[in-house]
């Protein structure tokens, strides 16, 4: 009677494991067929997982700014290809290149950001 409840067990931990890898997205809302250069002001760098997330305050070319957002892929990745949690600070000078999101709005995924010192850090997409 233990060794099938273990079975059972078992079977309905892999069932519910498929579903939730699906509810994870897809990076189908960024247009990577279209990179841009995006430059600014860095406000945040977000190091967490599942996304890490960048916010950048961009001139709008009339005398103001307006803010985008823009993540990238998880902690370990950007780890393993040599990033660290103070690899980017906030108030520094970057230039990024991004995948914007297809639907227009000031955002998208970062793909490798120049810091005012000519460092470049990517993550191996680009």
């Known amino acids: 009677m233990k060794s099938s409840m273990v079975g059972v067990l078992a079977a309905a931990l892999a069932l519910g494991v498929p579903g939730a890898a699906m509810a994870h997205h897809s990076a189908?809302?960024?247009?990577?067929?279209?990179?841009?250069?995006?430059?600014?002001?860095?406000?945040?760098?977000?190091?967490?997982?599942?996304?890490?997330?960048?916010?950048?305050?961009?001139?709008?070319?009339?005398?103001?700014?307006e803010e985008w957002r823009l993540e990238g892929p998880s902690v370990s990745i950007l780890a393993r290809n040599g990033w660290k949690k103070d690899s980017v600070k906030p108030g520094e000078q970057v230039r990024l290149l991004v995948a914007p999101n297809r639907d227009g709005s000031k955002g998208g995924e970062f793909l490798t950001v120049k810091k005012a010192d000519g460092t470049v850090l990517k993550f191996g997409i680009v």
């Open 28 to 65: 189908a809302s960024f247009d990577r067929s279209k990179p841009l250069v995006v430059a600014g002001t860095l406000k945040v760098f977000e190091w967490a997982n599942p996304h890490t997330w960048m916010t950048v305050t961009v001139p709008d070319g009339k005398g103001g700014s």
